[in-house]
């Protein structure tokens, strides 16, 4: 099924258009959790896939990292677990209790993660996804995670005002979690979304974002998943590139955040992330140049 076009308030469910991108990194998230040396562990991914029954996602976390997936770079998400899944455990071990997931789609964290009574988590993504989220965990038989709080938008819109009425308290320190979400955003709708993190944050919050340093080199990465997914590609025409909104014209949220007073910690881009754990396959070789468009860092903003 080719992808529809993305458009101004476009929406989806957990098999279609973006919607359907959480449902890939849930397959990246199975290979990783499978793994003898895995980085992370999500018990819940072939949770969501078996849910979601759709054979194309399943057919790519069959096919691991080796020849034949599509998503050459595979472990790179693995490796992006990690950074995402450390930060969160330093952030409530440092005594933050509010943690808002902006674009959570089928992030386990607030299940899986064994995190400290009186942690409440916000998982903001559109109405459909949340709710195959939910229902897929509740036919599982898996409790809802005390404290965990589902906040159904859509992040071109105000979700602010939803995300105060789910309960938010803007006087409480905050972790941020921005994973696997930019690229889906038009330039504006980016920046906007950072001057509300800053506007919502009291002293002590802390951010994590995967964000972009360089243009994203989309024929590039077109290119390397046809040369990996050669002997039959289990996603069809279904093309993740298709759907990012190529504004090449975005504010840096680091720059943004350090001028906003915050203190910023880069990790590098994906290959660089993956060294720092020891991996050393994390994308392919004749990816890494590609890959180097992708920046993760941390950012807090002191007492
Ligand atoms: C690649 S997935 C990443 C999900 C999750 N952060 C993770 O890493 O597993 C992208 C997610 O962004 C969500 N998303 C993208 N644009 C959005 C928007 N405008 N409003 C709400 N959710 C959005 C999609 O629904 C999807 O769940």
Do not use: C
Not at 277 to 289: F, I, K, M, S, W
């Amino acid at each position: 099924m080719p992808n529809s076009t993305r458009s101004d308030g476009d929406t989806w469910t957990i098999t279609t258009s973006v919607g359907f991108t959480a449902l890939l990194v849930a397959a990246a998230r199975a290979v990783e959790t499978e793994r003898p040396d895995a980085l992370a562990q999500d018990p819940y991914a072939r949770v969501f896939l078996e849910a979601a029954g759709d054979p194309r996602a399943v057919a790519l976390a069959d096919a691991g990292n080796g020849a034949g997936n599509p998503m050459a770079a595979t472990r790179h998400l693995g490796v992006r677990t990690r950074y995402f899944d450390d930060f969160t455990r330093d952030a409530v071990a440092a005594g933050i209790q509010q943690v808002v997931i902006l674009a959570a789609g089928l992030d386990s964290r607030a299940h899986r993660l064994d995190l400290p009574t009186g942690t409440i988590v916000y998982e903001l993504d559109q109405p459909e996804v949340l709710t195959f989220k939910q229902e897929a965990l509740a036919t599982h038989g898996t409790t809802p995670a005390a404290g965990l709080r589902h906040v159904p938008v859509d992040l071109r819109n105000d979700w602010p005002a939803a995300l105060r009425s789910a309960g938010f308290d803007g006087a409480m320190p905050t972790a941020w979690l921005v994973e696997g979400l930019l690229p889906y955003l038009p330039a504006a709708a980016q920046s906007l979304l950072f001057e509300r993190i800053v506007a919502l944050s009291a002293p002590g919050s802390r951010v994590a974002v995967e964000g972009q340093v360089g243009p994203l080199d989309l024929d590039g990465f077109r290119a390397i998943t046809e040369k990996y997914s050669r002997e039959g590609n289990p996603l069809g025409d279904f093309d993740v590139t298709a759907l990012f909104v190529a504004d090449e014209d975005r504010a840096d949220p680091a720059e943004f955040l350090v001028a906003q007073g915050w203190t910023v910690t880069r990790a590098g881009n994906p290959v660089e992330l993956g060294r720092s754990y020891g991996v050393r396959d994390t994308v392919p070789a004749d990816a890494e140049l590609l890959s180097g468009a992708i920046g993760y860092f941390t950012a807090a903003l002191h007492d």
